[in-house]
């Protein structure tokens, strides 16, 4: 789970009402960007984060909280004139959440569940635990997943046969020699499971998917009036078309959706008043 991502909603407010929330799976790293008067105090950034997460109403419940290990920390330079930004990422010795962590999770409160692949051979067994789960279950109460591919990783590439809903970067295309989203949906669509829809956007030419049913669709970019912050929004083209999928919209409306929601990203400065 990226702390670039914000959920806007009260978990409590929604568990009393009845309705079965989202989960991530992945990492937090705390993006320091533009000029700040100081660095947080020693041992304070994981103390930090969280209270930003409670800010913005992000359950932390799962939370694998590690014994040792230090926060990754990445440090961003936004360029004003362009909107493009470069990241600095100070990786640690965190240590990834296990499936032995995910066996804490109870898989009924939740109706969709997001991986970030990362530890392949942990992610798989999470992957396959709700497998299970969904086998057990009426077509109502089972658990749609999606995992996003983002880096050009061998040992990354099965966990594309597991989730429902499979993005994929546009790094990733082209590091299969792809030129476009299309070719690479084409190309690539043999190493997802029958039935699962896949999905690669491409910069500012919009994004493509491929559903259950084979057919190709295809949303144009929502380009801001200004570029002023494009950092994060990958993060929210995901955020946006799994809220509208899990909302029970078609494919091409979660994709047009999630277009919208990046491009409104895009035109500002970090992530408070895209919605």
Known sequence: MAARAAARRD?????????????????????????????????????????????RGVDVTHVAWQPHGDMPCACCIVSAASGSRTIMLYDTNLPDVTARDFERVDLSQYKWIHWEARNAAEQAAMMRRVERHNRARPAAERVHTSVEVEKPREELLPLMGLGHVVFISKDLAQHFGYRSAPEALQGLRGRVQPGATLICAWAEEGADAVGPDGE????????????????????????AVIFA???????????????????????????????
Do not use: M, W
């Open 216 to 239: 190709l669709v295809h949303s144009d970019a929502f380009p801001p009036e200004t570029l002023v912050d494009t950092l994060g929004a990958g993060d929210t083209f995901n955020a």
């Open 245 to 275: 999928l899990s909302a029970g919209r078609s494919l091409q409306d979660a994709l047009t959706f999630g277009c919208q929601i990046a491009g409104r990203k895009c035109g500002i400065q970090g992530f408070d008043g895209i919605v």
């Open 11 to 55: 978990p409590e407010r929604v568990l009393a009402g009845g309705e079965k929330r989202i989960l991530c799976v992945g990492l937090v790293c705390l993006d320091i960007i533009t000029v700040v008067p100081a660095y947080p105090a020693e041992d304070t950034d994981t103390s930090f984060i969280a209270a930003d997460f409670q800010h």
